[in-house]
């Protein structure tokens, strides 16, 4: 009788760990848990329960990837240098911030990250302190040209992009940093605070928060202006962002007396609601990642309701390994 592998021409791979980044259909037996498992696709975005942080907090910055994610700054109370990496499964304490502060915004990734602006203890002012981490500890660099707190940022730690937030008052101020100094740029069309963003120096996204009522406007950066594009759905200020300016991923907030769980992807064009909500509507969160793997990290859910709960983020049509079973 002709077996699987004469009429297949192949075998199936024995692998003590699945593999990374597995292929649609590629299928392979795992010695380890002694199961016969495949690569196939999500076919509904969902947000699932990822590890704690170790410190709760609310207006803090992340940046990185969902397995491999930064978190720093915020409000505990009281104000907070604090930084934390997440493995994609636990966070681990790393050196805290040189200035300690809260309405920060991020850059970069886990080990090669950016903390720009914010406000410090000190009379509640706002700062223009930038910092770059290594992986390990934190180091001051030139600060911003105008200090504001509950900022946006994008880009990475060579070349990030500052825009939005509070001086006082509300700033459309956009500043560009090549690691070693920042320069001003053509601002922002609605000067707002507590700002979404995602992308890069030359591709950025801003979208959603204060003007100082809530707003869904975005706005796309090409490097050198901003141009008005279609608004989110749900209008909402102290909101996270992920993703790239033609990918991105938008997700909590706050509307006026609503901690918000909805989630929005934008593919380039507009916004749609995604069918996946967050499990723990908050405000005032960090985000990570892309917009097929998303990371909503921290913030509040009703003063003085501050969180250190993490969700990953799922979109449909990501990859996924499934265990393949006789039934």
Known sequence: MAEYINIRGQSIEVLASDPANPTIGQIWYNSTSNTLKGGGVTTTASWATGGNMNTLRANLAGTGIQTAALAFGGYAPPFTGVTEEYDGSSWTNSNSLNTTRTGLGGAGTQTAGLAIGGQIPAGNASTGATEEYDGNSWTSSNSLNTARTDIGGAGTQTAALAFGGIIPPDSNATEEYDGNSWTSSNSLNTARN??????????????????????????????????????????????????????ALGFGGEAPGVYLSATEEYDGTSWATSPASLATGRSSLAGAGTQTAGLAIGGNSGAPTYLNATEEYTAAGAPLTKTITAS
């Open 194 to 247: 507590n700002i979404g963003e995602a992308g890069t120096q030359t591709a950025a996204l801003g979208f959603g928060g204060g003007t100082p009522s809530v707003t869904g406007a975005t706005e796309e950066y090409n490097g050198t202006s901003w141009t008005s594009v279609n608004s989110m759905n749900t209008a909402r200020a102290q909101l996270a962002g992920a993703g790239t300016q033609a990918l």
